[in-house]
């Protein structure tokens, strides 16, 4: 039973385009979210975090939303760019996150020069 | 500070043998954690820790062992290594945040990649 689901599992997007990585959760109880890339051959890293006591958080390029009633957050790129090329984890914790966080599937996303 | 860092980078085991993935990490964080990546999933949590001498299961223990006898490392021990264990191995860390401090990140390693033929 899957708590975090990222249900497109790839996204290409043209070089200069808004990217949009969606994710929905079904435990109620999370409360934080975090965005991981991951390149091939690497650990995940960190990109953006927010709170359930936010909608939105920004970070230069990067910004998530999240609609609590819907269980649903996402992760907007804009612009988009070829380095961006990476698969994109979507994770949720009840608490600050340092309880284990819980990973979706990952979506990988190509950016087209 | 080098971060998370962990070995072997490969390793091939046949059915049977045992091994140990070694993950030490230089932030002097309190909590460790041990996930792996199969093809096309997410991160599964199999072990975690949040202090030396304190050790809890996750999502998928069976077949695995830890121990954390100090903050800086978290060996992860496969005992008798089974195809199903083929799988890519990241070892995290993280520090408790303050109250109402932010969101904690999780700091991972670069993985290990084990193959159980």
């Known amino acids: 039973d899957q708590q975090v689901k990222q249900n497109s599992p790839s996204l290409s997007v043209q070089e200069g385009r808004i990217s949009i990585l969606n994710c929905d959760y079904t435990n109620s109880m999370f409360d934080y979210f975090l965005w991981y890339k991951k390149y091939p051959a690497e650990g995940p890293t960190f990109l953006i975090s927010i709170s359930s006591i936010k909608d939105k958080n920004e970070d230069g390029r990067f910004t998530v939303f999240l609609n609590k009633s819907a269980k649903h957050l996402s992760l907007h790129i804009v612009p988009s760019q070829p380095g961006d090329s990476a698969v994109y984890f979507c994770?949720?914790?009840?608490?600050?996150?340092?309880?284990?966080?819980?990973f979706g599937k990952g979506t990988r996303l190509s950016v087209i020069a | 500070n080098a971060g998370v860092t962990q070995t072997p980078k490969f390793r091939i085991l046949k059915i049977g043998q045992s091994m140990t993935l070694q993950c030490a990490q230089d932030?002097?964080?309190?909590?460790m954690y041990w996930y792996r990546q199969d093809p096309g999933m997410g991160l599964k949590l199999i072990y975690y820790s949040v202090g030396a001498g304190i050790t809890d299961k996750g999502e998928v223990p069976n077949g695995y062992n830890v121990s954390r006898s100090t903050t800086e490392d978290f060996p992860l021990r496969l005992e008798l290594a089974a195809p199903s264990q083929t799988s890519v191995y990241f070892c995290?860390?993280?520090?408790?945040?303050?109250?109402?401090?932010?969101?904690?990140?999780?700091?991972f390693g670069p993985g290990t990649r084990l193959t159980v033929l």
């Open positions: 994770a949720a914790s009840p608490n600050s996150g340092n309880t284990p966080l819980v």
């Open positions: 932030m002097n964080h309190n909590y």
């Open positions: 995290a860390s993280s520090y408790p945040s303050q109250v109402n401090a932010g969101i904690d990140t999780q700091y």
